[in-house]
């Protein structure tokens, strides 16, 4: 058997991290298998349906290297209005791979099971469907179709007025939903709604559109997160009433926070673009999220796997059923070890749209201006989390920076008095060290605070607050190198004013 399966996302909103956990698996999958990942965009939700979120979808997944083998081709793009439909097309064998463009085979299958008495036509009004809700609730039941309609003779409701299809439900037996991770779940079909299949202005509900098309592409897996455990029996008696096999069904465990809630806004970015926005290497996230409710085996320690590796070792019938836990700080951490393992070429390159976007670099960037970003990115490399906090680490090497107060330029156990002439003694120093490079400043910057009689750190510290204007940057002396000599004595010029102002 060849494995098929698909990401079906609804284009009304972002990309969700949480979803995307579910994509990394499914891709994972696939490859370990030798299968195809199929992308499918389900849009009959006509009332949300937004045709940017089209392209937020595509642009998520290939940013993080989550390619598609089959989805939809040109002409299905232009015609739902994706811009530079070009760069996404891909196509397929069993398209069209947008649910509006699928409208017929729903309203046949539907019909078929009509036909075949597995489903009937309702016209009740939407005023009598909420009085019989309305009349639930206040006898405390559950709110359920009531089937007024189900037992109408044929042809009692005409295929010409407005009408919705739903599903013969079983009034008794159990539906048992066969699961590849978990038990399998039973439920008692008294407790099943006569689901609505086909809406009166001829468009799909979710559960025979995702049905039909899950038969029709061939989908052997249908992996998700186990909040639509609940929807899993009407789709098993949809299969049964339509006489075609169901597939494999994988319910993943949720994707909580550290707090054990469901992830949500609350705890931090929740959408594939935020991450991508705040400096996270795709590489990183994708490793993260493959970790998020599997691991590669007992007893294993290793953390950080190339992609090739987590195709190896990816087993999605070994997924744990308990919630998985979104740390922030763990994906800051894995993260950081990324950016440390790149060549500082490759880095400098995922560093410059930040520059650019914060207006600190010119878009294009001259080689000359390259040629001093490459010299500031080994200074940064081994301390940075994530690709944007490059713009605040380093600001001050571009822009004029505003000179701090006195009290932040006194060192540590040290006296104003002190602190201005220790200043007033490196700026010296720096005004005559040649050349103006870190080998060049640092050692006789370590002897002037031994003859001072202070510690290297506290007389650092005011020559770092005095040229940068930050308590945490870049290490000093590669700094004031990319500063220039000429900077950086006005700077101290400026610092050593106020100081000697409140002296």
């Known amino acids: 058997m060849t494995i098929r399966v698909r990401f079906a996302p609804s284009p009304t ?19 370990k298998m030798g299968g195809q990942f199929i992308l499918r965009i389900e849009d009959t939700d006509r009332t949300r349906y937004d045709p940017e979120a089209i ?10 290297g989550l390619e598609w083998d089959e989805g939809p081709d040109l002409e299905e793009l232009q015609r739902v209005g994706v811009g530079d439909a070009e760069k996404y097309a891909v196509g397929g064998p069993v398209g069209p791979y ?11 299958v539907a019909e078929e099971l009509v036909k075949r008495g597995a489903a009937y036509r309702c016209n009740c009004s939407p005023e009598r469907l909420e009085q019989v809700r309305e ?3 206040t006898r405390k039941q559950p709110p359920m179709y009531d089937r007024h309609c189900r037992d109408l003779p044929p042809g009692a409701i005409s ?15 159990q539906t048992i939903v066969q699961d590849g991770i978990r038990e399998d779940v039973v439920f008692d079909n008294a407790t099943l709604d006569d689901l609505v299949l086909l809406k009166s202005d001829g468009f799909p509900t979710y559960h025979l559109a995702v049905v039909a098309d899950d038969h029709d592409m061939g989908i052997t897996h249908v992996t998700r997160d186990d909040r639509w455990i609940s929807t899993a029996p009407k789709h098993v008696l949809l299969y049964q009433a339509l006489g075609w096999e169901a597939p494999i069904f994988c319910h993943l465990p949720l994707v909580n926070g550290t707090d054990g809630r469901p992830l949500s806004k609350r705890h931090g970015s929740t959408s594939v673009a935020q991450f991508h926005d705040q400096g996270y290497l795709p590489e990183a996230l994708f490793n993260f999220l493959a970790f998020l409710g599997w691991a590669p085996g007992e007893g294993e320690q290793q953390e950080i796997f190339s992609r090739e590796e987590l195709i190896e070792r990816f087993d999605l019938f070994r997924v744990n059923t308990a919630p998985a836990v979104f740390s922030y700080d763990k994906l800051d951490w894995m993260n950081g070890v990324y950016i440390r393992s790149l060549p500082e070429g490759v880095l400098l390159e995922r560093f410059l749209p930040f520059w650019q976007k914060a207006g600190l670099a010119p878009d294009p960037c001259p080689e000359e201006t390259r040629k001093m970003l490459a010299r500031i990115v080994p200074l940064v490399q081994e301390r940075l989390k994530r690709l944007g906090e490059i713009v605040e680490w380093t600001r001050f090497l571009f822009q004029d920076i505003e000179t701090p107060p006195a009290e932040v330029l006194v060192g540590k156990k040290m006296t104003p008095q002190a602190s201005l002439a220790s200043l007033r003694r490196a700026r010296d120093l720096l005004a005559q060290v040649k050349p103006f490079e870190p080998e060049a400043m640092e050692p006789p910057m370590r002897a002037l605070a031994e003859e001072l009689g202070v510690k290297p750190g506290s007389l650092f510290e005011i020559v770092r607050w005095a040229t940068t204007g930050q308590k945490v940057a870049p290490p000093l002396f590669g700094s004031l190198a990319i500063l220039g000599r000429e900077r950086t ?7 050593e004013a106020v100081l000697a102002a409140s002296v």
């Open 55 to 64: 392209l937020t979808i595509m642009d998520g997944l290939r940013w993080l």
């Open 98 to 108: 947008i649910q509006s463009g699928r409208l017929a085979l729903y309203k046949q």
């Open 13 to 31: 909103g972002k990309l969700h991290i949480g979803g995307v956990r579910t994509v990394v698996f499914d891709w994972l999958f696939a490859h």
């Open 489 to 495: 004595l006005a700077r101290l010029d400026a610092a």
């Open 135 to 137: 009349a639930q609730r």
């Open 159 to 173: 295929p010409d007025e407005p009408h919705v299809i739903r599903l013969k439900v079983p009034l008794t037996g």
